[in-house]
């Protein structure tokens, strides 16, 4: 039986509604509800079913330690330097338009945040909240074996959505954060991970402060006539 044209909505809600939350409110997200989440979301494709993602739940006293750790080494220019990510997230070599896209939301957050383009005092601040999971109740970390190769990280990202999407259905939010892949010895040590795990990032999850004002970025996206070619 095809869905209804209500299931229709409610999935591409979930999905349009989807936003990189900077911002959350201290309530707890019960274990059931992100036991569900991952439930859903271990539905993701993958390559003759291998299943790539291992998931990191944080929460508590779990979640303070790793961040404590985490922001002490990102505030002290010297253990900050010592620390390098563990694959290339982004290009070596950035060209438009991806580079323009990534100036652009740059500078609407900054701006939106109030800070100027000198004042690199506020922005190292505003980066750093990375490492607290921006307040959130949920502390995600994401790993994948070494021993896999590019189309397992493919899979992985999907998975990554779909953890998002089904967190949105139960009217949570997220951020993924590439961010925490600089500190993944600190992450390693933390959680016992072994030599044969990679962090591929982090992700905050709660419920979103309508308040917050950084919660008022909304990013643009291209029209389809932008990144498609139809074929007939």
Same mark, same amino acid.
């Given at each position: 039986m095809p869905p209804s044209a209500d299931t229709h909505a409610a999935i591409d809600a979930a999905i349009t509604s989807r936003r990189s939350i900077r911002a959350f409110l201290p309530t707890p997200v019960p274990r059931a509800t992100l036991e569900?989440?991952? #439930?859903v979301a271990a539905r993701a494709p993958s390559g003759t079913n291998t +299943? &790539?993602? +291992?998931?990191?739940?944080?929460t508590g006293a779990a979640k303070q330690g790793l961040s404590a750790e985490i922001r #002490? #080494?990102?505030d002290d220019p010297v253990q900050r330097a010592a620390h390098q990510e563990p694959y290339a997230y982004y290009p070596?070599?950035?060209? /438009? &338009?991806?580079? =323009? !896209? *990534?100036?652009k939301v740059g500078w609407d957050l900054?701006? %939106?945040l109030g800070i @100027? *383009? #000198? =004042?690199k005092a506020a922005m190292h601040a505003q980066h750093g909240r990375n490492y607290d999971f921006f307040g959130a109740p949920v502390g995600l970390i994401f790993t994948i074996d070494r021993v896999l190769q590019q189309g397992s990280w493919l899979d992985y990202g999907m998975f990554l959505q779909s953890v998002m999407v089904a967190a949105r259905? !139960?009217?949570?939010? /997220? $951020?993924p954060q590439a961010a925490f892949t600089q500190f993944h010895r600190i992450i390693a040590r !933390? %959680? @016992?991970?072994?030599?044969? +795990?990679?962090?591929? $990032? @982090?992700?905050s999850l709660g419920y979103a402060d309508p308040d917050a004002t950084v919660n008022r970025l909304v990013t643009e996206r291209e029209p389809v006539a932008g990144f498609t070619r139809f074929y007939e």
């Open positions: 569900a989440v991952l #439930a +299943q &790539p993602w +291992q998931v990191h739940v944080l #002490a #080494a990102y070596t070599e950035w060209r /438009s &338009p991806y580079i =323009d !896209r *990534r100036r900054y701006t %939106l @100027g *383009r #000198a =004042d259905g !139960r009217g949570l939010d /997220s $951020c !933390r %959680l @016992g991970l072994t030599d044969e +795990q990679t962090v591929v $990032c @982090g992700m």
